[in-house]
């Protein structure tokens, strides 16, 4: 919850409209629903993951090309490899959380 409030005030004041989610299965009904330029989530979250959400938006026809950011708290490199074998387009570890870091990663894939 903190994490996601943090993003979604850094997405906001920078311009960005923003949908929230609770979990990956929330965040994956919202996408079908409303479209996204670009999806920010984290990994670990209840009843779908980040991993598995990324991996849906890779298997759809519709969102496969939506570039997607996945922010967490694993940072070792397996997790990284996950993150990049399921389909993320950038993988950013919250201990070294910049919003700037996050802001030049939405600017590069927008």
Do not use: C, H
Request: no cysteine; hydrophobic share 50%.
């Amino acid at each position: 919850l903190t994490t996601r409030s943090l993003e979604r005030s850094i997405l906001e004041v920078a311009g960005y409209a923003v949908i929230a989610a609770a979990d990956g299965e929330e965040a994956w009904r919202l996408l079908q629903e409303n479209g996204a330029d670009i999806v920010v989530s984290d990994v670990e979250m209840p009843r779908m993951d980040g991993f598995a959400l990324t991996e849906a938006i890779r298997a759809s026809k519709r969102f496969a090309a939506t570039p997607v950011i996945l922010v967490t708290a694993l940072g070792s490199d397996a997790d990284k490899l996950r993150g990049m074998q399921v389909g993320a387009s950038a993988y950013l570890v919250k201990s070294a959380f910049d919003e700037k870091v996050l802001l030049d990663a939405i600017g590069q894939l927008l």
